[in-house]
């Protein structure tokens, strides 16, 4: 059994390569088949991921603030407290806070992420 304390996961800068602006991420736990992973992501008013999308899908749930996420075509949506999201595996999509909101969120990611481009403003 693995267990991680919040108190002592490692928190660290998500990658400025795909998150604009930056974002903190605290990583969980890593899931071994597929390889997976947990992790708490905090995005300040604006912040983003870019588009990617994840082989065997992606749970996000949002702890706090007022997020928002959009499937590649669809229209975009906004998150709440509670709130939780499902992107099917291989659905190309972006995640991130409101304009003028900070967000918290959780997410499950099956298969590693693929990334693919920055968001269009």
């Known amino acids: ?3 991680t304390r919040q108190s002592n996961a490692p928190v660290r800068a998500a990658d400025s390569a795909h998150f604009h602006p930056p974002a903190e991420r605290t990583d969980f736990i890593a899931i071994d088949a ?22 065997d899908g992606q749970y996000l749930y949002v ?15 906004a998150l709440l407290p509670g709130d939780m999201v499902y ?10 806070a409101s304009e003028k909101h900070s967000v918290e969120h959780l997410a499950f990611s099956f298969g590693r992420t693929e990334w693919i481009s920055p968001v269009d403003e």
């Open 1 to 3: 059994m693995r267990h």
């Open 34 to 55: 597929p390889p997976s992973s947990a992790i708490l992501v905090r995005f300040g008013p604006g912040g983003r991921t870019h588009w990617h999308r994840h082989p």
């Open 63 to 77: 702890l706090s603030g007022q997020g928002r996420v959009q499937s590649r075509g669809g229209d975009v949506v």
């Open 87 to 96: 992107a099917e595996p291989g659905e190309e999509h972006w995640h991130g």
